[in-house]
């Protein structure tokens, strides 16, 4: 995700029909010209600057928060229930799980849910340049699984781990982020589609779509991957989605064979088809990938 703007203040101009206020906004030099036309949204509070370059759908906006002054992303969800990942992250409080700033429904119906700042950079970009050292690989990948741990221990199932979804900042400090796929046993609405979450780093039962069997040992598959990922530079299922879809649901990883011994047996363990075989979930997957560190 790119660098935030910092905007200066808007001016105020007429209202638009839905009742929330239309301004101008006039960006810092290099940032535009001309004025930017944006929105205030919950109550005026933030200011929706448009889609965040790079992002993964229009859903994703990047705001200025004028209570805090700073920059700030957040999603515009539809209307219905409290959105999952809101009410989700109203319950975790971990430094490894991005953090909750606001929530609001606006009055057009749809939901508003502001996040805390998580990094600069991700796991996807950190080994777009290569594969990682085993000991950094082997720190970002604990701190992951100490937050997804942490869910766990609530009964939250992320269910979407990609390298995309692990934030880092300048000091390799990890941040977990979108867990609008999670399914929380107090969350009738969580429980989602058979099949959700981001191939190739779904396990075996996901992909199969049997959601009952979709536990924390399908976060700790993730983990898995993901520590190969960042070892060796690609995924244990290689190819096109759809290929590696199907490759997860026979159970088949293609493991590079020039990984350390003992960090290769976790990842073949944790990738086991059978959730029973894998560690039982993100706390257990932390202290055996310190075991076949040491």
């Given amino acids: 995700m790119p660098a935030d703007p910092t905007p200066t203040p808007p001016a105020t101009s007429a209202s638009p029909s839905d009742g929330r206020v239309s301004k101008t ?40 928060d004028r209570e805090q002054g700073e920059a700030a992303v957040g999603k515009l969800l539809p209307p219905g229930p409290r959105p999952v990942e809101a009410a989700v992250l109203a319950r975790l409080r971990h430094p490894g799980v991005v953090g909750l700033r606001h929530v609001a429904s606006l009055a057009d119906g749809r939901w508003l849910v ?12 950190r080994v777009g340049d290569g594969p990682l050292a085993a000991a950094l690989a082997v720190d970002l ?17 992320h269910r979407d781990l990609a390298p995309a979804h692990l934030r880092l900042d300048d000091d390799d400090r990890v941040v977990v982020i979108d867990w609008g796929l999670a399914r929380d046993p107090s969350l009738p609405h969580s429980a989602g589609a058979p099949v959700c979450g981001t191939p190739p780093w779904l396990s075996p039962e996901q992909a199969a779509g049997r959601s009952a069997d979709v ?14 990922l960042a070892l060796s530079g690609r995924a244990p299922y290689p190819g096109a989605a759809p290929d590696a879809l199907l490759a997860a649901v026979r159970g088949a990883p293609s493991l590079d064979p ?7 047996a976790l990842i073949a363990r944790s990738l086991s088809r059978d959730p029973a075989d894998r560690p039982a979930d993100g706390d257990a997957f932390a202290t055996a990938l310190q075991a076949a560190a040491g």
């Fill in 25 to 64: 906004l006039t960006l810092p030099d290099g940032q535009g010209r001309g004025g930017l036309r944006v929105q205030h949204l919950a109550g005026g509070r933030f200011v929706d600057l448009g889609v965040v370059a790079g992002g993964a759908s229009d859903r994703v906006r990047q705001l200025w």
């Fill in 114 to 125: 502001v996040l805390e700042p998580a990094g600069h950079s991700d796991l996807e970009a």
């Fill in 141 to 157: 990948l604990t701190q992951a699984a100490r937050a997804v741990g942490a869910a766990h221990r609530r009964g939250i199932v």
């Fill in 215 to 228: 536990g924390p040992a399908a976060d700790v598959h993730a983990l898995g991957a993901l520590l190969h």
């Fill in 258 to 264: 020039r990984l350390p011994p003992g960090l290769a």
